[in-house]
């Protein structure tokens, strides 16, 4: 076993875990659309939080920090060529969201591009706005309000295609 040399306080890496951990683990999991791979990435962005040796500026930074850190990994883990899908929709339909009235519209949401997926989740469940959304995620303002609308016409159909069948 390898241990991790942190640049912060035990206290202060447990503190950012209790008020980020939901956020990341459903930004990885919506990512992921497993539960495993989404604990693993987890883990892996709170190391990660451990080794970066930068003081965050505010309480915003560092959520737009973690944001941007958990979409990296999850990233980096899907591209590895020993990764398969293991998704089900009996894991998809196990799952409980911070809103448990949701489960249906996440659901729906999952089957949304992964860009779609994480502006929707940003703006509406994060409270951002698409500037805001647009500083995180390193592009333009016009491209996130744009794909904030290209998202919900998406999910319009697909709830109506659901509704209606």
């Known amino acids: 076993m390898f ?21 990341v683990y459903q930004i990885c999991l919506m ?9 693993d990435a987890v883990q892996t962005v709170f190391r990660k939080v451990m080794e970066y040796d930068k003081p965050f ?18 990233r980096n883990q899907l591209k590895h060529w020993w990764r398969t899908r ?6 998809l339909n196990g799952l409980t969201w911070e ?12 089957r949304l591009p992964e860009k779609h997926r994480l502006v929707l989740y940003l703006h509406y469940y ?11 995620l390193g592009k333009n303002p016009s491209t996130v309000r744009g ?3 290209q998202a919900r016409g998406k999910l319009k159909e697909l709830l109506e295609v659901e509704e209606y069948g």
């Open 147 to 149: 794909w904030l609308v």
């Open 86 to 91: 293991r998704e089900s929709e009996e894991t």
């Open 126 to 136: 994060q409270g951002y706005t698409a500037l805001e959304t647009a500083e995180i």
């Open 57 to 74: 500026r505010d309480h915003e930074h560092e959520r737009a920090w973690l944001i941007v850190t958990a979409r990296n990994e999850c």
């Open 3 to 23: 241990s991790v040399e942190s640049v912060r306080s035990q206290e202060e890496v447990a503190s950012l875990y209790q008020r980020h951990v939901d956020m």
């Open 31 to 39: 990512l992921m659309k497993n539960v495993p791979d989404a604990e």
């Open 99 to 110: 809103q448990p009235e949701d489960g249906a519209l996440w659901e729906t949401i999952l």
